[in-house]
């Protein structure tokens, strides 16, 4: 049986509540996750437990403190996926996603990936002319790639962006919604607006929309076109068709960038109807030009209730897959049994 360990490290008084959290949550946490004990006295932390429990705690605190200095925030969430990556011995993964600021919102809230995933995705997008960012809800693939798009923007290596989505109808039709065309289709764009009006701000875009250098879409509206010198952001692509996905693609001219970003498990096509992002995934993945990024669970940088959810849901939906390939494999079985008895 190891040993026990007392380490002390200094920690200031100003960042204690930030780490600790609300009613010392984070330390609670951190001490039921490593088995260790913090006792915080006069600007001194003292871990006390097994020597490499004790270890880990001292290296993560130190990482903790280090964001905290830069004024981040220690939520639930950066302390969670600080013990993950503490457990993978990754902690300094922390201090390098909170170097790489994308760009900073309208309000000066820096943008930079919050996960080792969402990290590989960014760098994809920055050195790929295609990058896919597939994963489920809550990972930034959107928002991150929004946040691309305007720094590019910006700095003038495009002349404009375009974001688009297929307008499908996800158990309600179109035809019930109130307004014209415009004012049907806007619902089905809105994440869009949300995500640029944050980063850009509303007069920004209002300016920039009317010029024509920023576009908000249907997928529809592609067909036709050569889109040169833009950044196109393509949303909620495993609700395209391989037809409407080979035409988006098709639709890239020079100095373009693209993301196409989806959740394959949320599809609302029609039953039987082959997504556009399962057939670029498999079609397309051998070309060196294209980049895909596959975010999981444990990139979900929302409530960490969301993370929960999708386990959740991951979890059921492998069970319902062995349940499938079981019954297929019982009924072959049943199949050639017959056939031997004739």
Known sequence: MESSNEILIDMPAEHERNIFGQFDSNLKEIERALGVTVVARDG?????????????????????????SRGN???????????????????????????????????????????????EYVDLIRSRMITFGIGPAGTGKTYLAMANAIKAFRNEEVSRIILTRPAIEAGEKLGFLPGDLQSKIDPYLRPLYDALFDIMGPENFARNSEKGLIEVA????????????AFIILDEAQNTTPAQMKMFLTRIGFGSKVVVTGDRTQKDLPAGEVSGLDSAMRILNRIDEIGFAELTSRDVVRHPLVQKIVQAYEKAEEKDRKRQTRSIAIRNERIREARKKR
């Not at 097994?50 to 880990?56: A, I, R, W, Y």
């Not at 705690?57 to 403190?65: G, K, T």
């Not at 969430?77 to 170097?99: C, F, H, N, P, R």
């Open 218 to 229: 249907p997928l529809a509206y592609m067909r036709g076109r050569t889109l040169d010198n």
């Open 44 to 68: 001194k932390l003292k871990i006390t437990g097994e020597e490499k429990q004790t270890e880990k705690a001292e290296r993560l605190f130190s990482r903790l403190l280090e964001l905290s």
């Open 73 to 119: 925030e220690i939520t639930e969430q950066v302390v969670t996926y600080g013990l993950t990556l503490q457990s993978e011995k990754k902690e300094d993964a922390l201090i390098e996603m909170d170097d790489d600021v994308i760009i900073h919102t309208n309000s000066g809230r820096p943008v930079k990936p919050k996960t080792v995933g969402q990290k």
